[in-house]
Structure formats: structure tokens, C-alpha cells
């Protein structure tokens, strides 16, 4: 299962509200995570189950979707959420990664 | 709490075999439906899935890469070792382990503990 992210790079300011899409190439029910990575560092779980957010994640952070179509949407962006986010499906092995989304500082 | 950590060479020759040892604490690969994944980041790259082994030895691989890889766990020293035969410059990257939560089924097989990863490069 091919998972495409976009856009694969955004700039963006502090408040606004970003949208990260990802697509995959045959329906995963709801069975996708979002992660967060920064510069150096391993990847975080932000979202299980396309919309389940992980004990300690801030509720500016939601996931939605199912089928082949997910979202991740941090209603207001914060200094600290510049990072790379990824998706992955959990639907069948192998458990394949989105390609990225760079979310930057505009 | 659960940690990971990762280990093993930093620098490998092409051809080579690469061994890396992921070393967890707070939880036990015996408990049911727990696993340990391993992923690996190409410098400046998207992650890309490799491995997984279950509390039951049960087994799953990256296709692309099945060929090359070996998967095996230690229960008694809380150890998941990933082998990696015929190393080439396309594999450098830094290279994670992952606890996956003891669930079943579709949806389960999220990693929500990471370990910090070790960059391995592969040159002569």
C-alpha cells in the first residue's frame, strides 16, 4: 500500500491553521497514524486509529478520514510543532510511511 | 517507563553484514501481542518500515528487503537484533527501533515508543 502525502512542504506562521493530507492507494479503513519528527530526533505517535490522539499530544492536533483519504490538522500552529510529519498505514504488512510533510516556519 | 536504545557499528564496508541490538526496558516481548519494529531514515529522507517481531515469534518483513534481513529476539536479556547481509551506500541511515502496543489486529500496529537511533554509514 503506496501512501502519498501533501503537500510535501508548507510554510506557515504562528496561529494559522494547517492541513496535512495523506492519500493511500487502496482503502485502509481507519487504521493510519500521524508522527511528528524533528531535526535530529526519532519520530513521536501523535494519532492512532486516523483519529485517536495519544495521551500527552495537545488537542490543537486531530486526525480524520478513513477509506483512502486522512487529514492532519493543527487548528493553531505553535513554535513548537515546526517538524516533519509522517503518516502510516496499519492496515497490512509491509507498515509503509507516507513520504513527508515539511512544515516550516514562513 | 519504556525505553529503547540501539546499538551496533557505526561504519560498515559494502558486502558486509550489519548487526544492530535494540535493548529495551519497561516492558517484556513475552507479554502477548507486544513487538519490537525496526525502521530506518536515509540522511535527509522519508522513514522507511524493515521489520517486526511479535511477543510469539511471529515475523513480518519489508518485502524489498526480505532477502537481506533477519529478524530474532532475546527474552532473556530484553534484546531484539535485526541483521542486515550485503550492505551497500544506499543503506546508510540511521536506523530505529520501536515498541509496538501489546493489541491485535489491524490498526494495532502503531510504534509508540521510539528508541533514539544510530546512524549507520556504509562506505569503504
Known amino acids: 500500500i503506496q501512501l502519498t502525502q501533501s503537500p510535501s512542504s508548507l510554510s506557515a506562521s504562528v496561529g494559522d491553521r494547517v492541513t496535512i493530507t495523506c492519500r493511500a492507494s487502496q482503502g485502509i479503513s481507519s487504521y493510519l497514524a500521524w508522527y511528528q519528527q524533528k531535526p535530529g530526533k526519532a519520530p513521536k505517535l501523535l494519532i492512532s486509529?486516523?483519529?485517536t490522539l495519544q495521551s500527552g499530544v495537545p488537542s490543537r492536533f486531530s486526525g480524520s478520514g478513513s477509506g483512502t483519504d486522512f487529514t492532519l490538522t493543527i487548528s493553531s500552529l505553535q513554535p513548537e510543532d515546526f517538524a516533519t510529519y509522517y503518516c502510516q498505514q496499519l492496515n497490512s504488512y509491509p507498515l509503509t510511511f507516507g513520504g513527508g510533510t515539511k512544515v516550516e516556519i514562513k | 517507563q519504556i525505553t529503547l536504545k540501539e546499538s551496533g557499528p557505526t561504519l560498515v564496508k559494502p558486502t558486509q553484514t550489519l548487526t544492530l541490538t535494540c535493548t529495551f526496558s519497561?516492558?517484556?516481548?513475552?507479554?502477548?501481542?507486544?513487538?519490537v519494529g525496526w525502521i530506518r531514515q536515509p540522511p535527509g529522507k522519508a522513514l522507511e518500515w524493515l521489520a517486526l517481531?511479535?511477543?510469539?515469534?511471529?515475523?513480518r518483513y519489508s518485502p524489498s528487503l526480505k532477502s537481506r534481513l533477519t529478524i530474532t529476539k532475546d527474552t532473556s536479556k530484553n534484546q531484539v537484533v535485526l541483521t542486515m547481509t550485503n550492505m551497500d551506500p544506499v543503506d546508510t541511515a540511521t536506523y530505529y527501533c520501536a515498541h509496538s502496543p501489546p493489541l491485535y489486529g489491524p490498526g494495532s500496529y502503531y510504534l509508540d515508543y521510539w528508541g533514539q537511533g544510530t546512524l549507520v554509514t556504509v562506505s569503504s
Open positions: 519497561g516492558f517484556s516481548l513475552t507479554t502477548s501481542g507486544v513487538g
Open positions: 517481531i511479535y511477543w510469539n515469534d511471529d515475523k
Open positions: 486509529a486516523a483519529s
